[in-house]
């Protein structure tokens, strides 16, 4: 069985994750998705909790009827140490083969390791997480960056307050 790992901070979960998600299940059998930075949340780049990205991430995966037979998601505790970042993360999961990600550095220290196949992914849409909680901090048009059970989660959290709190000094 083709096992693959998707690991990010999902803060929040938006459609080019969703992008990678798909992608990653037609080339495997099952996919580990990694909660990275599972510690942090009520901070400018980590607004969310671990669990609010988990709800995010199984909502969205729900509704694009996706089996939950073919995925799991792992919320991943960061160690702050890169010289022992991947054997962290290696022994918390379960045995893959493959890796995706849109982080430069979680690309180089899985290549260091040589036994970890790197995916590029086809991004069909090019959006990232900071436009997102730039546009939910200035009240701006956030929700179609972001399927819709995330753009639910995040009202009912009231992510345009949490952005904001989060981003006083």
Do not use: C
Request: charged letters at 25%.
């Amino acid at each position: 069985m083709k096992t693959a790992l998707f690991i990010g901070r999902f803060q929040p979960f938006h459609i080019g994750h969703l992008d990678v998600i798909k992608q990653a299940l037609k080339e495997n059998d099952f996919l580990i998705i990694g909660i990275g930075s599972a510690e942090d949340n009520f901070l400018p780049d980590n607004p969310f909790t671990a669990g609010e990205r988990f709800g995010m991430i199984r909502e969205t995966l729900k509704n694009e009827k996706i089996s939950a037979e073919k995925y799991s998601i792992v919320p991943i505790r960061n160690i702050n140490n890169y010289a022992l970042w991947t054997k962290h993360v290696s022994i918390l999961l379960p045995p893959f083969e493959t890796v995706y990600t849109g982080s430069p550095i979680v690309k180089k220290l899985f290549e260091k390791e040589k036994k970890y196949t790197i995916k590029n992914s086809k991004i069909i849409h090019p959006i990232n997480a900071t436009l997102i909680r730039t546009a939910l901090l200035k009240n701006a048009d956030w929700e179609k960056m972001v399927p819709p059970p995330v753009a639910k989660i995040l009202r009912e959290i009231n992510g345009q307050e949490r952005m904001a709190i989060t981003t006083r000094p």
